[in-house]
């Protein structure tokens, strides 16, 4: 698998109010620029603070599926 993307950087739900119900933290741009793509999208997460970053995460795997 790879390469790896980096899709997002210093996203935080720490830095203002966020509510999950409601509040979308992060979109996947590449994703909604192409909607009727049925491909599969891998993603792994590092998180930061002030002691550094961990490592990645476990993959996280999805598919876009197209409803006719």
């Given amino acids: 698998m790879g390469p790896w993307v980096t899709i997002g950087r210093h996203i935080?739900?720490?830095?203002?109010?966020?509510?999950?119900?409601?509040?979308?933290?992060?979109?996947?741009?590449?994703?909604?620029?192409?909607?009727?793509?049925?491909?599969?999208y891998r993603y792994r997460i590092f998180a930061a603070n002030t002691s550094g970053e961990s490592p990645a995460s476990n993959i996280i795997k999805t598919q876009q599926h197209q409803y006719e």
């Fill in 12 to 40: 935080s739900d720490g830095q203002q109010s966020f509510n999950p119900n409601i509040d979308t933290l992060f979109i996947d741009t590449l994703i909604a620029q192409n909607p009727l793509s049925r491909a599969i």
